[in-house]
């Protein structure tokens, strides 16, 4: 709720900038040109039909931008330097956009009046927005600082270590925003090492170990900081990995950090040497692309295809009883469950003892089922998961609980590809295939963990490019 407010404020803020930046931009084009083409007052020329329709869709192109640039992702922790220059970019390019895109076929073919227009819409632009925006980020710390407005954090480690962590994040001179509720102690007693005075603090013992996903659900816990000694590196990836089933963002020690073997990047936490180990390096412009492609591109593909989706559901219904849609729950973003639509390709009582995974030469896929499988064409329907927003373009494969709960008992780690949507294909079915057994889908998801450390619009091309390759050669078994 909290950050939903916050994008609103933003929302309502860059609406009324670009509206009022434009209004502004309007005036002054009037008296630089307009009124020498036909308008004998400037409420003439504000009442023209162009000029209205522009004050109404401009703002809202203005946002689409913003969005884009991935500004109202992340609204509750900016740096208002990092907002000065995303600001200064995005502008940027909205001003080139509208500018040759609208304003470049009106203006008279005198070189400097081009320069004036460009930077009077760009500086209008650029300044009242900022000025907004500002003012609303300033209270948001202000809030903070003040400790009116705080994320739930709770740490994982010894007492000392957990003073000592509390003490860096709560210390007056950052006000980072956290509210530490305490700690559970994680059994290993090294000092993290961190030089900071802990004489006047004071932290509450939660519990145990094995109490900690109650913990978490009666306190509303927001984020797990790990504090574990730097000395026990052999214990520590355990615990981490435990932590990834509840979903939520783990700070460790830039000290921890650097022993993880599974190559997952981090981002720095401000002022504090701290990272995020559920992060990846996927730009939050990058995310929202990414997610309006997704849609687009299945809605083009479904009334495209929509005659061989009606042609292959004949096909099934003459090849063997049974529907021709195959609905099974499946694990998605951030553990929520959804159900995956597929063409069916095995006998209607495929699982009668219970959830298999398919292998090359099973004998529960039809003649036909074969084909599809062969081809990928079973996979289709899934565009419809992607349009419903369940699932992406690209990601990795979504996986029953009953599987889930197999793999992370050898692989703890497969939790974060939670974190993303899962995909119609992804980088382990390209490179790997369909796995037989719970062993072979740990080795997939590897190829899934390159992808998730390495997310970008440009790799979910070539996964896609590839996976095309693989439909036509007929490699898909």
């Known amino acids: 709720m909290r950050k ?29 040109m307009a009124q020498f083409e036909g308008f004998d007052s400037l409420g003439l020329f ?37 907002e000065f220059f995303t600001t200064f970019q995005s502008v940027f390019i909205g001003t080139l956009i509208i500018f040759f895109g609208l304003l470049l076929n009106k203006l008279p073919r005198f070189f400097h009046i081009y320069y004036e227009q460009f930077l009077l819409l760009f500086g209008l632009t650029f300044s009242i927005t900022y000025f907004f925006r500002l003012l609303i980020t300033q209270t948001a710390s202000n809030k903070i600082h003040g400790r009116r407005c705080l994320v739930k954090a709770l740490i994982i480690g010894s007492r000392e270590n957990a003073l000592v962590q509390k003490a860096a994040l709560e210390k007056p001179s950052d006000a980072l925003g956290f509210a530490v509720v305490g700690y559970v102690d994680s059994c290993f007693h090294e000092k993290n090492g961190l030089s900071v005075d802990i004489t006047d603090s004071t932290i509450l ?26 000395d026990n590196n ?6 981490l990995y435990s932590l990834y089933k509840y979903k939520l963002p783990i700070k460790l020690p830039i000290t921890s950090a650097k022993m993880l ?29 990414k997610n309006s492609l997704d849609k687009i591109v299945s809605l083009f593909v479904i009334i495209l295809l929509s005659p061989l989706y009606i042609y292959l559901a004949l096909r099934i219904k003459l090849d063997s009883e049974g529907s021709v849609f195959f609905l099974q729950e499946r694990i998605g973003y951030m553990g929520k469950p959804f159900y995956i639509c597929k063409f069916r390709t095995m006998r209607e009582d495929a699982e009668k003892e219970g959830p298999l995974l398919s292998s090359k030469n099973d004998k529960r896929i039809t003649n036909y089922g074969r084909m599809m499988r062969k081809y990928r064409l079973d996979e289709l329907p899934q ?8 699932m ?18 050898k692989a703890p780690y497969f939790y974060l590809l939670h974190n993303v949507k899962p995909g119609i294909t992804s980088w382990g079915m390209v490179k790997y295939g369909y796995a037989s057994d719970v062993d072979h889908m740990i080795e997939r998801s590897q190829f899934d963990l390159l992808y998730y450390e390495n997310m970008s619009i440009f790799l979910d091309v070539k996964i896609l490019i590839y996976t095309v390759r693989t439909i036509l050669t007929g490699k898909g078994v």
Not at 46 to 73: D, E, K, R, T
Not at 262 to 286: C, L, M, Q, R, Y
């Open 4 to 32: 939903k407010t916050q994008v609103l404020k933003y929302l309502f803020s860059d609406f009324f900038s670009a509206a009022l930046a434009w209004a502004l931009f309007n005036i002054v084009r009037y008296y630089e």
């Open 46 to 82: 504000v009442s023209y039909q162009n000029v209205i329709l522009g004050q109404l869709f401009i703002p809202i192109l203005w946002l689409a931008i913003y969005y884009y640039s991935g500004y109202y992702n992340e609204v509750l922790a900016k740096s208002r330097l990092s």
């Open 205 to 230: 013992s939660l519990g145990d170990f094995e109490d900690l996903e109650k913990i978490i659900q009666e306190l509303g816990v927001e984020e797990i900081i790990v504090a574990i000694g730097k």
């Open 234 to 239: 052999e214990e520590l990836l355990p615990i």
């Open 261 to 289: 073997t599974g190559g997952i990047k981090t981002k720095t936490i401000t002022g504090v040497p701290f990272v995020d180990v559920t992060a990846n390096n996927f730009s939050e412009s990058g995310k929202n692309i």
């Open 383 to 390: 565009f419809w998961n992607v349009l419903k927003g369940d």
């Open 392 to 409: 992406s373009l690209v990601g990795p494969r979504p996986e029953r609980k009953y599987f889930i709960d197999k793999i992370v008992q």
